[in-house]
T-cell receptor
Framework: EADIYQTPRYLVIGTGKKITLECSQT?????MYWYQQDPGMELHLIHY???????EKGDLSSESTVSRIRTEHFPLTLESARPSHTSQYLC??????????????FGPGTRLTVL | KNQVEQSPQSLIILEGKNCTLQ??????????LRWYKQDTGRGPVSLTI?????NTKSNGRYTATLDADTKQSSLHITASQLSDSASYIC?????????????FGRGTQLTVWP
């Protein structure tokens, strides 16, 4: 079992609220990722980070923002939640033993519902 | 367009039976292919990683095959157990960028009945 944690596991909030989804890992991994996954659909990369003070947008456009002040912590923030943000958010980290074979370790996910 | 297609979309089998899941991809240039298992409400867990030169790799009752020429992979599960019920996701990594871009399939939802 990978040492990567996400809180909260489930969140139901109203439209317009600001929320932060927490992700932390204790493996010292440099690379971290946020994915969005709707039921029965593939994972879509929304943010990633190569290390401290490094953040990049992924393939799927997202109104969320991320920060990477510490290696182990990669929180995702939505300034004003909308029903279209309802989804599962998965955090992952990886540290490559070799350049092209690094394994991504996923957290348990946060199921977000915006009413 | 880089894509990963999985079949079947869902599958129901009886406990103890074998099954094979398919993955076809168009990702290029190819780096490696991974199979993940995702239990309901959980994050995916890696089962196997296969590079270009590997044809077969096993992990317990899971055996993955790769044909890089036809761009096809399969995941064979032997003597299925109830705990095998999950979504199995095929992921292909390209080597065209420093990040190693991951392309995800939509998964095959496997249900094992007693």
């Amino acid at each position: 079992e990978a040492d990567i944690y996400q809180t909260p596991r489930y969140l139901v909030i109203g439209t317009g609220k600001k929320i932060t989804l927490e992700c932390s890992q204790t493996m010292g991994h440099d690379k971290m990722y946020w994915y969005q996954q709707d039921p029965g659909m593939e994972l879509h990369l929304i943010h990633y980070s190569y290390g401290v003070n490094s953040t990049e947008k992924g393939d799927l456009s997202s109104e969320s923002t991320v920060s990477r002040i510490r290696t182990e912590h990669f929180p995702l923030t939505l300034e004003s939640a909308r029903p279209s943000h309802t989804s599962q958010y998965l955090c992952a980290s990886s540290d490559p033993p070799g350049h092209y074979t690094d394994t991504q370790y996923f957290g348990p996910g946060t199921r977000l519902t915006v009413l | 367009k880089n894509q990963v297609e999985q079949s079947p979309q869902s599958l129901i089998i009886l406990e103890g039976k074998n099954c094979t899941l398919q993955c076809n991809y168009t990702v290029s240039p190819f780096s490696n292919l991974r199979w993940y298992k995702q239990d309901t409400g959980r994050g995916p867990v890696s089962l196997t990683i296969m590079t270009f030169s590997e044809n077969t790799k096993s992990n317990g009752r899971y055996t993955a095959t790769l044909d890089a020429d036809t761009k096809q992979s399969s995941l064979h599960i032997t003597a299925s157990q109830l705990s095998d019920s999950a979504s199995y996701i095929c992921v292909v990594v390209d080597r065209g960028s420093t990040l190693g871009r991951l392309y995800f399939g939509r998964g095959t939802q496997l249900t094992v009945w007693p």
